[in-house]
């Protein structure tokens, strides 16, 4: 059964939601994630991509996602700061482009971006393309006419999560509607942007939800989608929620490979609340094709040059 599962993703087939249900409640996860490394490699063969982020504005954000450290509903104690200087999102874009990063986006708090963050994105993307880095944004709901002027600065790619399924989604965020993320997300790839859209996991959602919102990302035909893990952060909604074991993650990771078997599967935020340094590196053998390497927004990430160790260790080479 697993090998007409893995030949159906190859020929890019969807799989039915018996057979989904079939890959996720396989007892034996060593050979869902061997399938799903199979059907990766077939993809994307012994290659991996980094990318990574730099937090450009942070805090006070109007929005309520429960998750986050940065919304102003939560009395979290994150460093809040207005927009940096430029020469410093240079300093990091430069560092790690010399660690093998290929793409590289600039993150703002808030719903949207003000008319003096748009300029500021503006200079970054042109200093960050300078060092041919591939310059991201990642700036919330925005609209065509943000985006073209962005494109125009020299902006690759949009990466704006939809963090969850859609019939899930008021149990996370209440302050906009689903709707406005998705719009964002097409008009995005309308005018020919790379879109990075994908999801956190472990906020209370079932598989249900957790398929639901493959099968979104999938219709979207977003080429990258990112897979967050919660980071549990004191003071938020989702403070207590449970962290997600490293098995449960993996196979979200697996299972997300049978669904978009041809897209970049990138393993982001909470990589390392949930795998420790030791074993992080299995999510390499179970479908991933990319890691967010670095800090991320507001937490310590994993020390970059132990990711580089781990592919050398497996054989994998980097985009
Ligand atoms: S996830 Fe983004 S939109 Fe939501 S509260 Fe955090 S910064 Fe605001």
């Known amino acids: 059964m697993i090998n007409k599962l893995i030949e159906k993703a190859i020929k890019k087939e969807s799989l039915s939601k018996d057979e989904l249900f079939f890959l996720i409640k396989y007892p034996n996860l060593n050979e869902i994630c061997k399938a799903a490394l199979r059907i990766k490699n077939h993809f994307f063969k012994s290659i991996v991509e980094f990318c990574s982020i730099i937090n450009a504005k942070s805090g006070k954000c109007s929005e309520n996602c429960k998750f986050c450290a940065q919304s102003s509903h939560y009395r979290t104690n994150i460093k809040e700061y ?8 240079y300093e990091q874009a430069k560092k790690l482009k010399a660690k093998g990063v290929k793409r590289f986006s600039i993150v703002t708090s808030g719903k949207s971006p003000s008319k003096r963050d748009l300029e500021k994105l503006e ?22 006419e943000t985006l073209l002027r962005l494109k125009k600065a020299g902006l ?59 099968m979104t990302l999938k219709e979207l035909n977003v080429p990258s989608i990112p897979i967050n893990f919660l980071n549990p952060i004191k003071s938020t909604p989702l403070e207590s929620q449970p962290i997600l074991t490293e098995e449960e993650a993996l196979r979200i990771v697996a299972i997300y490979r049978f669904i978009l078997p041809d897209k970049h599967i990138r393993i982001c935020g909470g990589r390392n609340t949930v795998f420790k340094p030791k074993s992080k590196k299995r999510v390499l053998n179970c479908g991933a094709s990319g890691l967010m390497v670095g800090d991320y927004l507001t937490t310590k990430g994993f ?12 054989g994998l080479s980097l985009v």
């Open 156 to 214: 690759e790619g949009l990466h704006h999560n939809l963090e969850t399924a859609e019939s899930f989604f008021k149990n996370i965020c209440t302050t906009h509607d689903y709707k406005e993320d998705i719009e964002s997300i097409k008009t995005a790839v309308d005018i020919g942007l790379y879109v990075c859209s994908g999801g956190i996991f472990g906020v209370g959602e079932n598989w249900e939800h957790r398929i639901e919102l493959a």
């Open 303 to 314: 020390n970059v040059d132990s990711d580089l160790e781990d592919i050398n260790s497996i």
């Open 123 to 144: 200079e970054a993307i042109k200093i960050v393309k300078k060092l041919n880095l591939l310059p991201d944004v990642s700036i919330g709901i925005v609209d065509r």
């Open 82 to 89: 207005d927009f940096i200087e430029v020469k410093n999102i």
